[in-house]
């Protein structure tokens, strides 16, 4: 799997838009991008993935960028419950490889109110 | 509820003791797999069952490490002569493989403290 960056952490107000990048400039075509969260004393929880094409749905959206060697994770509306860390992975999720998932430190959120 | 359900949700032994941690998937969920994740540390992966297909075991540290999946559903991840470096936060989580869109559902853990 292609390395991802983000940053170690950032905070975000209540109610505002939160924007979470992650670079992976190494990244092949047929490499997907995902991002999954963890609440403290939880398990990871899937958010969102793609391809090349943004997408969105109930939870947040994917920005990918043309050359897609970055992405951003948008939380449209920020809550006190999305405090949390946000790991970005890049993988091809094929039969042979799609369940060896390893994070690495991922970006601690945390939303003030 | 419909989630991945993991017991017990903590557990501390001494050193030496044999462990076992169950899951049961979401119904109808063919995929299982088994991770663990150290104190500030990012997720390991350890074992996939799918289906009849032998077990990936792949991930597992030593032989102390098994597991097995019963029926194709509930799992028990056994460790034996417990370490402690075996001290972590042990994740199960289920998948529709069907699907095959990477989505992982993850129970919330047993977290595992070896004196």
């Known amino acids: 799997d292609a390395k991802t960056t983000q940053p170690t952490s950032m905070d975000c107000a209540e109610g505002r838009a939160a924007n979470l990048p992650c670079n992976h400039s190494t990244i092949s075509g047929n490499e997907y991008v995902y991002w999954y969260r963890q609440i403290h004393s939880q398990g990871p929880q899937y958010i969102i993935h793609g391809l090349k094409n943004n997408e969105t749905n109930e939870m947040a959206s994917l920005i990918i960028t043309e050359d897609r060697k970055s992405s951003t994770l948008i939380l449209p509306h920020a809550t006190l419950r999305d405090t949390a860390v946000y790991y970005c992975i890049v993988r091809v999720p094929s039969r042979s490889n799609d369940y060896k998932l390893s994070f690495g430190a991922g970006t601690t959120v945390t939303v003030r109110a | 509820g419909a989630g991945v359900s993991q017991s017990p949700s903590n557990k501390v032994t001494e050193k030496g003791k044999d462990v076992e941690l169950r899951c049961d998937p979401i119904s109808g969920h063919t995929a299982l797999y088994w991770y663990r994740q150290s104190l500030g540390q990012g997720l390991e992966f350890l074992i996939y069952f799918q289906g009849n297909s032998a077990p990936d075991k792949s991930g597992l540290p030593s032989d102390r490490f098994s597991a097995e999946r019963t029926g194709g559903s509930v799992s028990t991840l056994t460790i034996q002569r417990t370490q402690q470096e075996d001290s972590a936060v042990y994740l199960c989580?289920?998948?529709?493989?069907?699907?095959?869109?990477?989505?992982?559902?993850f129970g919330e853990g047993s977290r595992l403290t070896v004196l």
């Open positions: 989580a289920s998948s529709l493989r069907s699907r095959n869109t990477g989505e992982l559902f």
